[in-house]
């Protein structure tokens, strides 16, 4: 598990061999521009001090209300989205940030994305072929006589057949893209895939299908997964370890287990009990959340969570908490857990 | 030979296939349009008698079609099902299985010519009479929409008008369906108390904001105040939840019930997930291509699911605290809606496929007062034999 001092410093402290992911108080600001020379006003905090580690093999799963920066997140640790604005990202131990061009190039290939809406992430006008081959040919991943059936066993693995790779996207059904967007990234081989919302746009009996299959390969190919969703039964299925974001930070992370059977952080409590369960007998302790999330823009003072917080203390609307590890690797940025 | 195979395939039309077709289809829609475009209808040729008063709305044996130009598509094709007074009725099932199609025959909102309701009653109970909805005149369902049936629609983001206020926007629907004698002002207030009715805190200055200035939830908060400007009797609520957090369908939810029994109307709620439908809904209905595969009660779907399909649905969806090393998944896919077998639609995804399977399409069976599906499976041991005189 997680060392708590690794949570604690920002220093680039010692990297553990079993982690492919250290993210250490990431912060990207994206600046607001107005007034007549586009004068830089203010800052859309969007990811604001995220800490965690992915272990080798694992799947972490990333939840929270749309707005909160889960695929900032995820597309800042893959420098999807220009430079961060603080914190570290350490990929096997090497920081993302500092590589060189020609490294970057190489690291791509190591990390990939699959992306939410499989209806606009796919090129019109090149065949899935090309689509799934490009990229395995720009970085001459096989040879020549090799890349036919490469792109076959590719297919393959992700439920297409061959005959697939002369159409054109508009010719598959929802499902069948997103295992396209799947064959794409896994044509390079990565080790690392951040899957945002990969199942949120699909019918329910297709979502199995392309959970089993994200499943499938996990396992067959030892890939490590960043699963971001908004769906907390997808994740619960799909995830090791669960981080729940709000307003830009993660307010609690840990083993799956501990976090579905003992939420600690109020919003966790909130969001937990907020799921419709298909039985209509069960009981519904529902915590309902009064009003909407603020804006990231302008957030809250101390915890950006005491504005909605049944558990309101003097101290939560001055005092910015910090992360505390309750029990082992279960960690809550919450005043009500550190002891004062 | 090679044509005819490309031709099942992948379902192309040659161009002088697809004239004909399009052809015949202007023949039957225009016939249909000049029936329905007819001024001073007769009130006797509408008016009908609900089979159960109870009832606020009863679907019997409905079939909207769509004449298009690759065949007709039969999205909704015999459904029949009642929606008590003051009860809520959901309807589930996949993208395509003819949900919508449903509650927007009932609204008499089907994309006309193309889609037209071909067979069936829907009868709607407006108290004192009721009415066929399928031959109503357009000038009546003008006043019925809005008074007596509303609907919620899907997306929030897309189905308020981006250019108009607020306020303007829910002004409109009160002074287009109940409007008569009542000044600006009138209707201003009652904008303003309906705001304040779906928890709006600043209805005042919501009145006087523009679409993009408010959340996905409080949208969808203008939408269901839109929908009650008129107190209905039937809401719809067509998937009024999708696109929204779980935090803020949690509040919709109980927005809605509260409201439900407030003006003790009822809920035709459509949707594809099952955790909302059992919070919600008093009865089920499970669509399939279509079709209606299962209905009852909620306990008797989710307790005793009887369908494969119903069954399937449940097993595929991931549920909290309920682990599984693999989700079920359904094997297969819908059928093309032009070309429908004429055997039970789900036979070719089914796991639990009988030699009985082969013949029609299985008529309903009752498995309780409440609970009806239409599997073979459940055929009484001496109608298992005539399979053949079945129904089609």
């Not at chain 1, 604005?85 to 061009?101: R, W």
């Not at chain 1, 297409?160 to 990234?185: M, T, V, W």
């Not at chain 1, 896994?186 to 297709?206: H, M, R, T």
Request: charged share 25%; aromatic share 6%; hydrophobic share 35%.
């Amino acid at each position: 598990m997680a060392k708590s001092e690794n949570v604690k410093s920002c220093e680039p402290a010692s990297v553990d061999p079993q982690y492919i992911l250290m993210v250490k108080n990431l912060k990207k600001y994206f600046p607001i521009k107005g007034g007549m020379m586009g004068r830089v006003v203010g800052q859309v905090k969007a990811v604001d001090g995220v800490t965690f580690n992915v272990r080798r093999g694992t799947t972490m799963g990333l939840v929270g209300e749309s707005g909160c920066g889960k695929t900032t997140t995820g597309r800042t640790i893959l420098r999807l989205s220009g430079e961060k604005t603080d914190g570290q990202v350490l990929f096997n131990g090497k920081e993302v940030y500092d590589a060189s061009p020609a490294e970057m190039r190489k690291l791509r290939t190591r990390m990939q994305i699959i992306f939410q809406d499989p209806f606009s992430s796919l090129s019109p006008r090149l065949p899935v072929g090309e689509i799934i081959g490009e990229a395995v040919k720009e970085h001459k991943l096989v040879s020549r006589e090799e890349y036919e059936a490469y792109l076959d066993k590719v297919m393959d693995d992700c439920g297409l057949q061959p005959f697939h790779k002369d159409r054109y996207p508009h010719e598959f059904s929802g499902g069948q893209r997103q295992r396209i967007c799947i064959a794409r990234a896994l044509a390079l081989n990565p080790e690392f895939v951040v899957c945002d919302e990969p199942v949120s746009a699909l019918d329910v009996s297709i979502q199995a299908q392309i959970i089993n299959l994200l499943k499938k390969l996990q396992e067959e190919r030892k890939l490590t997964y960043l699963f971001i969703s908004h769906d907390l039964s997808v994740v619960e299925h799909i995830s090791d370890t669960v981080g729940v974001m709000y307003l830009g930070s993660l307010v609690e992370y840990g083993e799956k287990k501990d976090i579905f059977r003992n939420p600690l952080h109020p919003y966790t409590k909130a969001l937990f009990s907020a799921i419709p369960i298909p039985d209509p007998h069960a009981r519904m302790n529902r915590i309902v959340l009064e009003g909407t999330i603020p804006s990231p823009a302008n957030p809250p003072a101390g915890c950006k969570f005491h504005t909605r917080c049944a558990h309101c203390m003097q101290r939560c609307k001055t005092e910015t908490p910090k992360q505390v590890e309750v029990e082992k690797g279960h960690f809550v940025v919450c005043h009500l857990y550190d002891g004062k | 030979m090679f044509f005819n195979r490309k031709k099942e395939d992948n379902g192309y039309l040659s161009a002088r296939e697809s004239r004909r077709i399009s052809k015949e289809n202007r023949r039957i829609t225009n016939e249909m349009e000049k029936r329905r475009k007819r001024k001073n209808v007769p009130e006797s040729e509408y008016l009908t008698k609900m089979h159960d008063p109870a009832n606020a709305v009863e679907f019997d044996n409905l079939h909207s079609w769509f004449f298009t130009d690759a065949g007709t598509v039969r999205s909704v094709d015999g459904v029949s099902f009642d929606v008590p007074i003051g009860k809520t009725v959901g309807v589930v099932g996949e993208s395509g299985c003819g949900k919508s199609v449903t509650s927007l025959s009932l609204m008499q909102l089907l994309q006309r010519p193309q889609g037209q309701t071909v067979e069936g009653e829907i009868r709607l109970n407006l108290g004192d009479k009721a009415i066929n909805v399928v031959d109503t005149p357009q000038e009546v369902m003008q006043h019925i929409r809005g008074n007596y049936v509303s609907m919620i629609f899907q997306e929030p983001m897309t189905s308020l008008n981006p250019v108009f206020r607020i306020g303007e926007q829910v002004d409109e629907v009160i002074e287009l369906h109940d409007g008569e004698g009542k000044s600006k002002e009138d209707i201003r207030k009652r904008t303003i108390e309906l705001l304040e009715m779906v928890g709006i805190a600043n209805s005042e200055g919501v009145y006087m904001m523009f679409p993009h200035e408010l959340s996905g939830g409080m949208r969808q908060r203008v939408m269901i105040a839109m929908a009650l400007a008129c107190s209905p009797k039937v809401i719809i609520a067509d998937e009024p939840t999708t696109a929204l957090d779980v935090t803020i369908q949690a509040q919709i939810l109980d927005l809605l019930r509260q409201l439900k029994d407030r003006i003790n109307s009822s809920i035709m709620l459509i949707t594809h997930d099952l955790g909302v439908i059992a919070e919600m809904a008093d009865y089920v209905v499970v669509m399939y291509a279509g079709r209606i595969v299962e209905k009852g009660t909620a306990e008797e779907i989710f307790y005793h699911p009887a369908h494969p399909y119903t069954i399937g649905l449940m097993a595929s969806k991931p549920v909290v605290g309920r682990e599984v090393k693999e989700l079920y998944s359904i094997p297969g896919k819908v059928p093309n809606p032009i070309n429908m077998p004429n055997y039970c639609y789900f036979k070719d995804r089914c796991d639990k496929c009988t030699g009985s399977c082969e013949g029609a399409y299985p008529e309903e069976i009752s498995l309780s007062k409440t609970h009806k599906v239409s599997c073979c499976r459940y055929y009484p041991e001496e109608m298992k034999g005539g399979r053949e005189n079945g129904k089609e």
